[in-house]
C-alpha cells in the first residue's frame, strides 16, 4: 500500500489513454452483469411459490397452437389439491401497430374465476362486478394504464390477427400487484365466443391454484394420466416451467449468454494488457533507474501488477456501481415485452456483484502479469540504454 500514490500516477500519466481503457472494462462489465442477472433469474425458483401460491398450467400435449375442450378445466377443479381453475386464451391481435413499443398480453378469460387463480393481483381501480357485468368490459394493469394514459371507461380496440375479428373493449377495472410488472389487459371470452362461435368450447389453457407445495407436485402427473388416452392428451407444469418454455425457443440461450460471457472477458483482458504492456514499454529506462535505487525485481513485479489492478478495480466499481443504479430502470424497460413475465425474476443478486468483481479482478491480473514479468526480468543494463 505505500506505493499505491505511484501506481496512481503512473495509471493516470497518459489521462486519455487510461479513460478509455477503463471505460472499455466498465462496458463489457456492464454487459456481463446484465447477462448475469438473466442467467440467475432463469434459475431462480417460481416467484408465485415464493410467496405460497402454487400454480400449474395444462395445456396440449402437441403445443400451443392446439387447444383444449374447455370441459377440461371443471374435471380438473374435481381433483383433490385444486383450489381454483380458471381459462387462457391468448388473442393476441394489433393495438395501433405492430411494433415492438406497442406489444403487450392480450387475453380472453374467465372473470368469475381469475381472481380466484390469481389472487396475488389486487383491483386498484374499478371493481369485479362492473367488468362482470360489462360483456366487453376490459381489466387492465397499472402500467399498462399509466403507459397509455388510460383511465376506467376508455375504450380500447384491438384488430385480431390470429382470430379475423376487431374487439372494441371498454376499461371496467384496473389491478395491480406487489411484484413485478402489471402489463396485461384481460377481457371476457364469452365476448370472443359471441364475434367467433367457432371458439366456444375451447381453450388454449387451463391455469389451476393449487392447495400446496406437494398438491403442485403431484398434480401434473394426475391431469396427464387422467387424459392421457384421449383425443387431446395434456401436459402439466408449473407456472415456472411454462414461462421457461417460451425462453427455451430461443435454444440453448444458457450457453449462448455464457459463450458470450467468455468472449467478452477475454476483450477485455486484450485491451486492458495492450495498455500495461505500451505503459510499461514506454518507462522502460524509468524502471531501470528504479532498479539501480534499490527496487528489486519482485517489487517491479508486484508495482507493475499493482498498476493494472488499480485500473480495472476503478473501471470495475465503476461498472458495478452504474449495474445497480440501472437495473431497475431496465427492469420498467422490460414490462410492456414478451419476456415481462420472466424479467419480474430479475433482481439484484449478490452472486452476480461477487461475478463482477471477480471478472474485474480476473482481469487486472491477466492483463497486467505479462508486461510486469517482462519489466521485472529486464537487466538493468539493458534498461538504461533503451532510447523508447
Known sequence: MKFLS?????????????????GSIILPLLVICIMGSFLKALDAPDPAETRGMFRIVTRHKVGLTSDLPISYAERIK???????????????????????????ARFAVEPETFLEVFDDASLTRGSIEDWMNDRAGALVGEDLMKKYGWKLGDQVVLVGDI???TLQLTIRAVYGVSYGGSDGLFFNRKYLEEALPSFE???????TKCRDAEAANRLPNQIDQMFENSPYPTKTESEKAFQMGFVSMLGNVKLLITSLGVII???IILIAANTMALSARERVREIAVLRTLGFTRRMILLLILGESLTMALIGGFLGLGMF??????????LVNTPISGFASAIMLFPEVLV???GVTVLVGLLSGIGPAIRASQRPITEGLRHLG
Open 6 to 22: 505511484l501506481m496512481l500516477k503512473n495509471v493516470f500519466r497518459k489521462k486519455t489513454r487510461t479513460i478509455l481503457t477503463i
Open 78 to 104: 374435481q381433483l383433490d389439491g385444486a383450489l381454483a381453475v380458471t381459462t387462457f386464451d391468448w388473442f393476441g391481435g394489433t393495438y395501433i401497430d405492430n411494433s415492438a413499443r406497442n406489444f403487450f
Open 163 to 165: 382470430y379475423p375479428v
Open 201 to 207: 368450447g375451447v381453450v388454449g389453457t387451463i391455469w
Open 265 to 267: 472477458v477475454l476483450v
Open 324 to 333: 445497480v443504479v440501472g437495473l431497475k430502470p431496465l427492469k420498467a424497460s
Open 355 to 357: 461475478l463482477g468483481f
